[in-house]
């Protein structure tokens, strides 16, 4: 599985992105796909996560009614909207992968895709 994540930027706070990842390869044995972001000096964390029906989703609680994380299954394409953007949002945000359920939704992603920079000024 490849994964390709766009959409990063620099905004002010209070602003609104939208983060893809369009994956290929072997999809149709994926079980979910996740959003994980690292700041400078931190280490990488879980923001979101959707199972592949779309029926199962988690957030971490700093994200919590700002981000929404969605997938589209014939585009092979998982999104993160991330709206009312704050400073400590600003990251390096990883799409990522996996294909069993071992760990549920918040670990033992395999695959990762390359990270887009979000940068949130105040």
């Known amino acids: 599985v490849q994964l390709q994540a766009s959409g990063g930027g620099l905004v002010q706070a209070g602003d609104s992105l939208r983060l893809s ?27 979101a996560a959707i199972d592949r029906s779309g029926s199962s989703m988690f957030y971490a609680d700093s994200v919590k009614g700002r981000f929404i994380i969605s997938i589209d299954n014939p585009k092979n394409t998982v999104y993160l909207r991330m709206n009312s953007l704050k400073p400590e949002d600003t990251a390096v945000y990883y799409c990522a992968a996996k294909n069993l359920a071992v760990g549920g939704l918040r670990t033992r992603y395999e695959y990762w895709g390359q990270g887009t920079q979000v940068t949130v000024s105040s």
Do not use: D, I, L, N
């Not at 149709?28 to 879980?46: D, H, I, L």
């Open 21 to 47: 990842c369009a994956t290929s390869g072997r999809t149709f044995s994926t079980y979910a796909m996740g959003w994980f972001r690292q700041a400078p000096g931190k280490e990488r964390e879980v923001v």
